[in-house]
Protein backbone atom coordinates (compact mmCIF):
# COMPACT_ATOMS: atom_id res chain seq x y z
CA UNK A 1 0.00 0.00 0.00
CA UNK A 2 2.27 2.78 -1.26
CA UNK A 3 0.32 5.74 0.29
CA UNK A 4 0.25 3.82 3.70
CA UNK A 5 3.89 3.46 3.21
CA UNK A 6 4.16 7.06 2.05
CA UNK A 7 2.16 8.36 5.45
CA UNK A 8 4.50 6.50 7.78
CA UNK A 9 8.16 6.73 5.99
CA UNK A 10 7.30 10.60 5.58
CA UNK A 11 6.26 11.03 9.60
CA UNK A 12 9.42 8.89 10.53
CA UNK A 13 11.56 11.30 8.53
CA UNK A 14 10.10 14.07 9.68
CA UNK A 15 10.37 12.81 13.43
CA UNK A 16 13.64 11.64 13.12
CA UNK A 17 14.89 14.91 11.47
CA UNK A 18 13.29 16.59 14.63
CA UNK A 19 14.97 14.71 16.80
CA UNK A 20 18.25 14.19 15.07
CA UNK A 21 18.33 10.73 14.90
CA UNK A 22 20.23 10.14 12.10
CA UNK A 23 20.12 6.46 11.64
CA UNK A 24 16.30 6.47 11.67
CA UNK A 25 16.36 9.21 9.39
CA UNK A 26 18.67 7.30 6.65
CA UNK A 27 16.00 4.39 7.21
CA UNK A 28 13.10 6.53 6.02
CA UNK A 29 14.81 8.71 3.26
CA UNK A 30 15.49 4.80 1.56
CA UNK A 31 11.71 3.98 2.17
CA UNK A 32 10.78 7.31 0.47
CA UNK A 33 13.44 6.25 -2.17
CA UNK A 34 12.31 3.27 -2.62
CA UNK A 35 8.76 4.05 -2.77
CA UNK A 36 8.94 6.89 -5.28
CA UNK A 37 11.30 5.02 -6.99
CA UNK A 38 8.61 2.56 -7.75
CA UNK A 39 6.18 4.82 -8.44
CA UNK A 40 8.22 6.46 -11.34
CA UNK A 41 8.80 9.79 -9.45
CA UNK A 42 12.24 10.03 -10.18
CA UNK A 43 12.82 13.63 -9.17
CA UNK A 44 11.75 12.82 -5.64
CA UNK A 45 13.54 9.85 -5.87
CA UNK A 46 16.55 11.11 -6.64
CA UNK A 47 16.01 13.97 -3.68
CA UNK A 48 15.76 11.18 -1.24
CA UNK A 49 19.14 9.14 -2.91
CA UNK A 50 21.10 12.34 -2.02
CA UNK A 51 19.67 13.06 1.41
CA UNK A 52 20.79 8.87 1.75
CA UNK A 53 24.45 9.27 0.72
CA UNK A 54 24.73 13.02 2.87
CA UNK A 55 23.33 11.10 5.87
CA UNK A 56 25.73 8.14 5.11
CA UNK A 57 29.02 10.31 5.37
CA UNK A 58 27.83 11.94 8.19
CA UNK A 59 27.41 9.00 9.70
CA UNK A 60 30.65 7.31 8.66
CA UNK A 61 32.15 10.74 9.35
CA UNK A 62 30.46 10.81 12.93
CA UNK A 63 31.80 6.85 13.73
CA UNK A 64 35.60 8.06 12.65
CA UNK A 65 35.35 10.62 14.63
CA UNK A 66 34.33 8.68 17.86
CA UNK A 67 36.65 6.03 17.17
CA UNK A 68 39.54 8.84 17.78
CA UNK A 69 38.36 10.45 20.60
CA UNK A 70 38.36 7.02 21.58
CA UNK A 71 42.02 6.24 20.88
CA UNK A 72 43.03 9.56 22.06
CA UNK A 73 41.44 8.93 25.32
CA UNK A 74 42.93 5.50 25.72
CA UNK A 75 46.35 6.95 24.77
CA UNK A 76 46.37 9.78 27.31
CA UNK A 77 45.06 6.96 30.30
CA UNK A 78 47.96 4.74 28.97
CA UNK A 79 50.26 7.61 28.98
CA UNK A 80 49.45 8.62 32.73
CA UNK A 81 49.66 5.38 33.96
CA UNK A 82 52.84 4.98 32.74
CA UNK A 83 53.58 8.31 34.20
CA UNK A 84 52.49 7.04 37.76
CA UNK A 85 54.31 3.67 37.65
CA UNK A 86 57.37 5.37 36.94
CA UNK A 87 57.07 7.94 39.98
CA UNK A 88 55.95 5.17 42.31
CA UNK A 89 59.08 3.26 41.23
CA UNK A 90 61.35 6.36 41.25
CA UNK A 91 60.00 7.36 45.03
CA UNK A 92 60.30 3.76 46.32
CA UNK A 93 63.98 3.45 44.88
CA UNK A 94 64.67 6.77 46.62
CA UNK A 95 63.27 5.15 49.92
CA UNK A 96 64.73 1.77 49.83
CA UNK A 97 68.17 3.67 49.24
CA UNK A 98 67.88 6.14 52.20
CA UNK A 99 66.84 3.61 54.48
CA UNK A 100 70.02 1.14 53.25
CA UNK A 101 72.01 3.90 54.21
CA UNK A 102 70.55 4.19 57.94
CA UNK A 103 70.29 0.59 58.53
CA UNK A 104 71.91 -1.90 55.92
CA UNK A 105 71.22 -5.57 57.21
CA UNK A 106 68.00 -5.27 59.16
CA UNK A 107 66.74 -2.40 57.19
CA UNK A 108 66.66 -4.14 54.12
CA UNK A 109 64.15 -7.33 55.84
CA UNK A 110 62.01 -5.07 57.42
CA UNK A 111 61.23 -3.24 54.41
CA UNK A 112 61.37 -6.41 52.36
CA UNK A 113 58.74 -7.85 54.64
CA UNK A 114 56.32 -4.75 54.58
CA UNK A 115 56.28 -4.44 50.81
CA UNK A 116 55.59 -8.21 50.62
CA UNK A 117 52.75 -7.81 53.16
CA UNK A 118 51.39 -4.59 51.65
CA UNK A 119 51.37 -5.61 48.54
CA UNK A 120 49.40 -9.21 49.41
CA UNK A 121 46.90 -6.96 50.99
CA UNK A 122 47.25 -4.87 48.29
CA UNK A 123 45.99 -8.08 45.91
CA UNK A 124 43.46 -9.20 48.22
CA UNK A 125 41.78 -5.96 48.43
CA UNK A 126 42.24 -5.37 44.67
CA UNK A 127 40.49 -9.05 43.59
CA UNK A 128 37.75 -8.60 46.17
CA UNK A 129 37.00 -5.43 44.58
CA UNK A 130 37.19 -6.83 40.88
CA UNK A 131 34.66 -9.41 42.33
CA UNK A 132 32.36 -7.19 44.03
CA UNK A 133 32.44 -5.36 40.83
CA UNK A 134 31.79 -7.87 38.40
CA UNK A 135 28.95 -8.71 40.96
CA UNK A 136 27.65 -5.68 41.26
CA UNK A 137 27.93 -5.25 36.84
CA UNK A 138 26.08 -8.75 36.60
CA UNK A 139 23.35 -7.90 38.54
CA UNK A 140 22.64 -4.58 36.94
CA UNK A 141 23.19 -6.17 33.52
CA UNK A 142 20.01 -8.71 34.74
CA UNK A 143 18.07 -6.05 35.97
CA UNK A 144 18.31 -3.89 32.72
CA UNK A 145 17.74 -7.14 30.56
CA UNK A 146 15.02 -7.93 32.35
CA UNK A 147 13.54 -3.93 32.47
CA UNK A 148 14.10 -4.30 29.19
CA UNK A 149 12.20 -7.72 28.85
CA UNK A 150 8.87 -5.86 30.39
CA UNK A 151 8.54 -3.26 27.56
CA UNK A 152 9.79 -4.95 24.34
CA UNK A 153 9.44 -9.00 23.64
CA UNK A 154 11.79 -11.40 23.84
CA UNK A 155 12.92 -11.67 19.96
CA UNK A 156 12.61 -7.71 19.80
CA UNK A 157 14.84 -7.25 22.50
CA UNK A 158 17.62 -9.25 21.26
CA UNK A 159 17.20 -7.72 17.84
CA UNK A 160 17.80 -4.29 19.56
CA UNK A 161 20.72 -4.88 21.48
CA UNK A 162 22.14 -6.63 18.52
CA UNK A 163 21.65 -4.31 16.17
CA UNK A 164 21.40 -1.08 18.01
CA UNK A 165 17.26 -0.61 16.42
CA UNK A 166 14.50 -2.47 15.50
CA UNK A 167 13.27 -3.31 12.13
CA UNK A 168 9.28 -2.75 11.84
CA UNK A 169 7.79 -6.05 10.59
CA UNK A 170 4.90 -6.83 8.21
CA UNK A 171 2.32 -9.59 9.67
CA UNK A 172 -0.45 -11.07 7.46
CA UNK A 173 -2.29 -12.97 10.50
CA UNK A 174 -2.72 -11.16 14.04
CA UNK A 175 -5.67 -11.49 16.75
CA UNK A 176 -5.82 -8.15 18.43
CA UNK A 177 -7.85 -7.38 21.39
CA UNK A 178 -8.70 -5.49 23.51
CA UNK A 179 -10.83 -4.91 26.51
CA UNK A 180 -12.35 -1.77 28.56
CA UNK A 181 -14.06 -1.09 31.35
CA UNK A 182 -18.12 -0.22 31.37
CA UNK A 183 -18.59 2.77 33.42
CA UNK A 184 -15.47 3.20 34.35
CA UNK A 185 -15.85 6.98 35.29
CA UNK A 186 -18.35 6.54 37.59
CA UNK A 187 -16.76 3.66 39.42
CA UNK A 188 -13.76 5.40 39.52
CA UNK A 189 -15.35 8.52 41.65
CA UNK A 190 -16.55 5.79 44.51
CA UNK A 191 -13.08 5.18 44.97
CA UNK A 192 -9.74 7.15 46.49
CA UNK A 193 -7.15 6.99 43.88
CA UNK A 194 -4.83 4.62 45.57
CA UNK A 195 -7.93 1.81 45.77
CA UNK A 196 -8.56 2.31 42.17
CA UNK A 197 -4.96 1.90 40.93
CA UNK A 198 -4.68 -1.13 43.39
CA UNK A 199 -7.80 -2.40 41.61
CA UNK A 200 -6.72 -1.67 37.82
CA UNK A 201 -3.57 -2.90 38.86
CA UNK A 202 -4.85 -6.60 40.84
CA UNK A 203 -6.72 -6.78 36.98
CA UNK A 204 -3.57 -6.00 34.84
CA UNK A 205 -1.84 -8.58 36.67
CA UNK A 206 -4.31 -11.54 36.49
CA UNK A 207 -4.74 -10.22 32.39
CA UNK A 208 -0.35 -10.69 32.36
CA UNK A 209 -0.31 -14.06 33.63
CA UNK A 210 -3.50 -15.18 31.39
CA UNK A 211 -2.03 -14.11 28.45
CA UNK A 212 1.24 -14.93 29.00
CA UNK A 213 -0.11 -18.97 29.43
CA UNK A 214 -1.51 -19.05 25.78
CA UNK A 215 0.90 -17.04 24.41
CA UNK A 216 -0.19 -13.54 23.73
CA UNK A 217 2.08 -10.57 23.62
CA UNK A 218 0.54 -7.66 25.78
CA UNK A 219 1.24 -4.76 23.47
CA UNK A 220 0.19 -1.79 25.86
CA UNK A 221 -2.75 0.06 28.30
CA UNK A 222 -4.05 2.83 27.76
CA UNK A 223 -5.96 4.14 30.89
CA UNK A 224 -8.69 2.00 31.44
CA UNK A 225 -8.47 0.19 28.21
CA UNK A 226 -6.11 -2.97 27.83
CA UNK A 227 -4.54 -3.91 24.64
CA UNK A 228 -2.78 -7.35 23.60
CA UNK A 229 -2.47 -9.32 20.26
CA UNK A 230 -1.08 -13.08 19.31
CA UNK A 231 0.86 -13.96 16.17
CA UNK A 232 3.77 -11.79 17.00
CA UNK A 233 7.13 -11.32 17.33
CA UNK A 234 7.10 -15.07 16.35
CA UNK A 235 4.56 -15.53 13.56
CA UNK A 236 1.98 -18.52 14.12
CA UNK A 237 -1.35 -20.16 13.04
CA UNK A 238 -2.66 -20.71 16.16
CA UNK A 239 -2.85 -16.86 17.42
CA UNK A 240 -7.09 -16.83 16.78
CA UNK A 241 -7.37 -19.41 18.97
CA UNK A 242 -5.13 -18.18 21.72
CA UNK A 243 -6.69 -14.90 21.98
CA UNK A 244 -9.98 -15.75 21.99
CA UNK A 245 -8.91 -18.68 24.80
CA UNK A 246 -7.32 -16.13 26.50
CA UNK A 247 -10.16 -13.73 26.29
CA UNK A 248 -12.66 -16.23 27.48
CA UNK A 249 -9.98 -16.52 30.87
CA UNK A 250 -10.42 -12.90 31.04
CA UNK A 251 -14.16 -12.97 30.91
CA UNK A 252 -14.19 -15.45 33.55
CA UNK A 253 -11.83 -14.21 35.97
CA UNK A 254 -14.05 -10.46 35.82
CA UNK A 255 -17.27 -12.46 36.48
CA UNK A 256 -15.99 -14.36 39.51
CA UNK A 257 -13.82 -11.01 40.81
CA UNK A 258 -17.31 -9.15 40.24
CA UNK A 259 -19.06 -11.84 42.24
CA UNK A 260 -16.31 -11.64 45.27
CA UNK A 261 -16.57 -7.48 44.92
CA UNK A 262 -20.78 -7.69 45.48
CA UNK A 263 -20.39 -10.04 48.45
CA UNK A 264 -17.88 -7.62 49.79
CA UNK A 265 -20.36 -4.68 49.36
CA UNK A 266 -17.93 -2.83 47.15
CA UNK A 267 -17.81 -1.53 43.78
CA UNK A 268 -16.74 -3.86 40.58
CA UNK A 269 -16.04 -3.30 37.14
CA UNK A 270 -17.42 -4.85 34.01
CA UNK A 271 -15.55 -5.47 31.35
CA UNK A 272 -15.72 -5.45 27.49
CA UNK A 273 -13.81 -7.55 25.04
CA UNK A 274 -13.10 -7.85 21.16
CA UNK A 275 -11.27 -9.21 19.29
CA UNK A 276 -10.37 -8.96 15.53
CA UNK A 277 -7.93 -10.92 13.39
CA UNK A 278 -5.86 -9.76 10.15
CA UNK A 279 -2.69 -8.02 8.90
CA UNK A 280 -0.49 -5.54 11.34
CA UNK A 281 2.69 -3.46 10.96
CA UNK A 282 4.63 -4.06 14.36
CA UNK A 283 7.88 -2.06 15.14
CA UNK A 284 9.74 -0.25 18.35
CA UNK A 285 8.83 3.92 18.14
CA UNK A 286 10.72 7.11 19.82
CA UNK A 287 14.25 6.70 21.50
CA UNK A 288 13.10 7.66 24.94
CA UNK A 289 10.46 5.71 26.59
CA UNK A 290 10.40 3.53 23.48
CA UNK A 291 7.69 0.50 23.30
CA UNK A 292 6.98 -2.19 20.86
CA UNK A 293 3.60 -1.16 18.85
CA UNK A 294 0.97 -1.94 16.36
CA UNK A 295 -0.78 -0.09 13.89
CA UNK A 296 -2.96 -0.82 10.73
CA UNK A 297 -6.35 -0.93 10.25
CA UNK A 298 -6.61 -4.49 12.11
CA UNK A 299 -6.17 -2.40 15.31
CA UNK A 300 -8.62 -0.27 14.34
CA UNK A 301 -11.30 -2.49 13.59
CA UNK A 302 -10.49 -4.64 17.24
CA UNK A 303 -11.25 -1.61 19.05
CA UNK A 304 -14.19 -0.86 17.35
CA UNK A 305 -15.50 -4.14 18.27
CA UNK A 306 -14.54 -3.92 21.86
CA UNK A 307 -16.64 -0.76 21.42
CA UNK A 308 -19.72 -2.60 19.74
CA UNK A 309 -19.45 -5.53 23.03
CA UNK A 310 -21.25 -5.98 26.15
CA UNK A 311 -20.62 -6.12 29.52
CA UNK A 312 -19.40 -9.43 30.06
CA UNK A 313 -19.05 -10.27 26.86
CA UNK A 314 -16.51 -11.60 24.30
CA UNK A 315 -17.09 -10.23 21.11
CA UNK A 316 -15.28 -10.83 17.51
CA UNK A 317 -15.60 -9.73 14.14
CA UNK A 318 -16.59 -12.21 11.77
CA UNK A 319 -12.91 -12.80 10.43
CA UNK A 320 -12.20 -14.24 13.59
CA UNK A 321 -15.14 -16.43 13.84
CA UNK A 322 -14.45 -17.99 10.39
CA UNK A 323 -11.07 -19.36 11.55
CA UNK A 324 -12.04 -20.12 15.25
CA UNK A 325 -16.21 -21.47 14.35
CA UNK A 326 -14.75 -25.12 15.01
CA UNK A 327 -13.41 -24.88 18.16
CA UNK A 328 -15.78 -22.45 20.12
CA UNK A 329 -19.57 -22.08 20.47
CA UNK A 330 -20.57 -18.44 19.02
CA UNK A 331 -23.53 -16.42 18.86
CA UNK A 332 -24.48 -14.29 15.79
CA UNK A 333 -25.24 -10.48 16.56
CA UNK A 334 -25.64 -9.70 12.43
CA UNK A 335 -24.35 -6.77 11.45
CA UNK A 336 -23.73 -3.88 13.82
CA UNK A 337 -22.62 -0.57 13.21
CA UNK A 338 -18.98 0.54 14.40
CA UNK A 339 -17.84 4.30 14.31
CA UNK A 340 -16.02 4.90 11.17
CA UNK A 341 -16.31 1.49 9.57
CA UNK A 342 -19.80 0.96 9.13
CA UNK A 343 -21.83 -2.25 9.91
CA UNK A 344 -19.76 -5.17 10.89
CA UNK A 345 -20.72 -8.57 11.66
CA UNK A 346 -21.04 -9.55 14.98
CA UNK A 347 -20.13 -12.83 17.41
CA UNK A 348 -20.40 -13.38 21.15
CA UNK A 349 -18.13 -16.68 22.02
CA UNK A 350 -20.25 -18.74 24.76
CA UNK A 351 -17.35 -21.19 25.55
CA UNK A 352 -15.53 -23.94 23.92
CA UNK A 353 -17.39 -26.15 21.69
Not at 1 to 8: A, E, H, V
Not at 22 to 48: D, M, N, P, Q, V
Not at 282 to 301: L, S
Request: charged content about 30%.
Amino acid sequence: NFRDGLLWCTKAFEISDTIGAKKEKLEACECLYKIHKSRGETELALEYHEHMIQLEHELKSEETMHNLQAMEFKKIMLKDSLQKEQEIIRVEMVHQQEVSRKNKQRNIFLISGIAVLLLSAGLYSRLRYIRRSRETIKKEKERSEELLLNILPAETAAELKEKGYVKARNFDLVTVMFTDFKGFTKIAEKLSAQELINEIDFCYKAFDKIISRHGVEKIKTIGDAYMCAGGLPVANETNPFDVVNAGLEIRNFMLRLKQKRIKEGKPYFDLRIGIHTGPIIAGVVGTKKFQYDIWGDTVNIASCIESGSEAGKVNISSATYEMVKSRFKCIHRGKIDAKNKGAIDMYFVQNKA
